[in-house]
């Protein structure tokens, strides 16, 4: 037990001898890129022709903290003698009533050795002493400002009511983008007809309603090992839109141009693929004040093919995830 402290003292002093000449060596001016920053992702491919770029677009604000300047660090690293840039790999934040411990260590990779081990309790007792960090972040860092871009309504409110006879989608506990063990409604190509059907949140037109309109939910594909088959079906209240399978392309497009599908990866599990769908839609074909019915079948036979949903109903756009 005295080799793993003294290995992990020794990744503490290492790492605030190396911090100490970085500062000495590295006097070059810096730019903090901290403030109240305007953006928004693309999955639509609308950024160009709207002009976003232009100044005064109407674009999401997010503040963004940078954690350099403004947290107490435990641990400071050198990664690289040519690029000498100072990095902080553990530090703590206070948000909120709160505070942060957060560690830049990849201690997945490092699991079951015992001077991981050892730092990770070393930071839970440090953690469990209830520090009060002078630097503070605003709360809205814990917001999902991740999970959709502006304009997007949430894909997901639950799930569809089963028709007589009806074989529910298959439950089961898996990976997500966000999550190791996370819910998952799943549709498996290994029978033709297997589904999963939801309902998104009410779609309620805009004073100047959108000509289209972007559901976002959160799911994933996997098995890309197992046999091609016809592949999925995204049906649109009721109707055929389009179908998708893997290898995952750029964009999926209904033959009338009026459904669009994108899956927007955000984690890899060997042959399974997690993230974000969105599923673009044309105004017509929604009803005012009623939700969206969205399903997913199997056309396929004889191949353990998946497509999951997990049933996250706080995907949000930015503008709302930092009110």
Same mark, same amino acid.
């Given at each position: 037990?005295?080799?793993?402290?003294?290995a992990?003292?020794?990744?503490?002093?290492?790492g605030?001898?190396?911090?100490?000449g970085?500062?000495?060596?590295?006097?070059?001016?810096?730019?903090s890129?901290?403030?109240?920053?305007n953006?928004?992702?693309?999955p639509?491919?609308?950024?160009?022709?709207?002009?976003?770029?232009?100044?005064?677009?109407?674009?999401?604000?997010?503040?963004?903290?940078?954690?350099?300047?403004?947290a107490d +660090?435990?641990?400071?690293?050198? *990664?690289?003698?040519?690029?000498? !840039?100072? %990095?902080?790999?553990?530090?703590? =934040?206070g948000? #909120?009533?709160?505070?942060l411990v957060?560690?830049?260590?990849?201690h997945?990779?490092?699991?079951?050795?015992?001077e991981?081990?050892?730092?990770?309790?070393?930071?839970?007792?440090?953690?469990a002493?209830?520090?009060?960090?002078?630097?503070?972040?605003?709360?809205?860092?814990?917001?999902?400002s991740?999970?959709?871009?502006?304009?997007?309504?949430p894909?997901?409110r639950?799930?569809?009511?089963?028709?007589?006879?009806?074989?529910?989608?298959?439950?089961?506990?898996?990976?997500?983008?966000?999550?190791?063990?996370?819910?998952?409604?799943?549709?498996r190509?290994?029978?033709k007809?297997?589904? +999963?059907?939801?309902?998104?949140? *009410?779609?309620?037109?805009k004073? !100047?309603? %959108?000509?289209?309109?972007?559901? =976002?939910f959160a #799911?994933?594909?996997g098995?890309?090992?197992?046999p091609?088959?016809?592949?999925?079906?995204?049906?649109?209240?009721?109707?055929?839109?389009?179908?998708?399978d893997?290898?995952?392309?750029?964009?999926?497009?209904?033959?009338?141009?009026r459904?669009?599908?994108?899956?927007?990866?955000?984690?890899?599990?060997?042959?399974?693929?997690?993230?974000?769908?969105?599923?673009?839609?044309?105004?017509d074909?929604?009803?005012?004040?009623?939700?969206c019915?969205?399903?997913?079948?199997?056309?396929?036979?004889?191949?353990r093919?998946?497509?999951g949903?997990?049933?996250y109903?706080?995907?949000?756009?930015?503008?709302?995830?930092?009110?």
């Amino acid at each position: 037990m005295m080799n793993m402290r003294a290995a992990g003292l020794a990744i503490m002093v290492l790492g605030y001898g190396v911090a100490g000449g970085a500062e000495a060596f590295a006097a070059r001016p810096v730019l903090s890129l901290d403030g109240v920053w305007n953006f928004a992702t693309d999955p639509a491919g609308r950024g160009e022709a709207e002009k976003w770029f232009l100044p005064g677009a109407k674009l999401p604000a997010m503040p963004l903290p940078g954690y350099a300047p403004t947290a107490d +660090v435990i641990v400071r690293a050198l *990664p690289s003698m040519s690029m000498v !840039q100072d %990095e902080a790999i553990l530090f703590a =934040v206070g948000v #909120g009533k709160g505070s942060l411990v957060v560690s830049g260590l990849n201690h997945a990779k490092a699991d079951g050795r015992p001077e991981n081990a050892w730092l990770l309790a070393r930071i839970i007792d440090y953690a469990a002493a209830r520090p009060h960090p002078k630097a503070v972040w605003s709360v809205s860092f814990l917001s999902l400002s991740f999970a959709a871009p502006a304009g997007c309504l949430p894909g997901f409110r639950c799930l569809s009511p089963k028709g007589d006879g009806a074989a529910g989608p298959e439950r089961t506990s898996w990976y997500s983008y966000r999550a190791d063990a996370a819910q998952v409604f799943i549709c498996r190509q290994n029978k033709k007809g297997n589904a +999963v059907a939801w309902e998104t949140v *009410p779609y309620i037109p805009k004073a !100047q309603p %959108e000509e289209r309109v972007t559901f =976002v939910f959160a #799911g994933g594909l996997g098995f890309s090992s197992e046999p091609k088959t016809e592949g999925f079906v995204l049906d649109v209240n009721g109707k055929e839109a389009l179908r998708f399978d893997m290898p995952v392309a750029e964009r999926w497009t209904s033959d009338d141009k009026r459904v669009e599908l994108r899956f927007e990866k955000r984690r890899t599990q060997s042959v399974d693929i997690f993230g974000l769908f969105y599923v673009t839609v044309a105004r017509d074909l929604l009803a005012p004040g009623k939700p969206c019915q969205l399903a997913v079948r199997s056309l396929g036979t004889g191949s353990r093919r998946w497509f999951g949903l997990n049933p996250y109903t706080d995907v949000r756009p930015i503008s709302d995830a930092v009110k």
